[in-house]
């Protein structure tokens, strides 16, 4: 099983929720691999708000240090098992570009899109990470429903 998260630039909100699920998903011992991208950009480092954001709640290193932004494709979209988007529009456009794709955005399972934090401070980062925190069980409840399989 494999899901990706998308968001715009894939320097913010996707790879924070990539990272965090990453982690969530190994210590319930979720059988899945994570990615994520966005609807534009590419090759971005992870914004260093974001990286700091995670930092601070123990999600680090190398892999963070290395990721680079990459846009969603076709090549990526044949690898989704399931893609969670950040808003609406990502997802009806996702859906428009890859009909074979199983866009589904996140306000599915938090009643609301997630805002954009870019260029709006630490705090905005924080905000997104807290949303995030309380929506990983429902994303693993989500996937593992997706997969045919249970949370442990």
């Known amino acids: 099983m494999r899901v990706t998260f998308v968001c715009t630039g894939n320097t913010c909100r996707s790879p924070m929720l990539m990272f965090m699920f990453s982690r969530y998903a190994a210590e319930k011992a979720i059988d899945v691999e994570v990615d994520s991208a966005g609807v534009k950009g590419g090759g971005s480092p992870l ?20 990721f680079r932004s990459k846009v ?20 009806d456009l996702l859906n428009a570009q890859f009909p074979d794709v199983r866009a589904e955005c996140v306000s599915l399972l938090s009643g609301e899109e997630i805002d954009d934090p870019y260029g709006k401070g630490e705090e905005a980062y924080r905000k997104v990470a807290d949303l995030f925190e309380g929506l990983l069980e429902k994303i693993a409840e989500r996937v593992c429903a997706h997969a045919g399989a249970s949370v442990k």
């Open 72 to 91: 969603f494709d076709a090549a990526l979209a044949a690898k989704s098992d399931l893609v969670i988007t950040m808003t609406e529009e990502q997802k």
């Open 47 to 66: 914004n260093p708000y974001a990286a700091e954001t995670l930092a601070e709640r123990g999600i680090q290193g190398e892999e963070a240090e290395r």
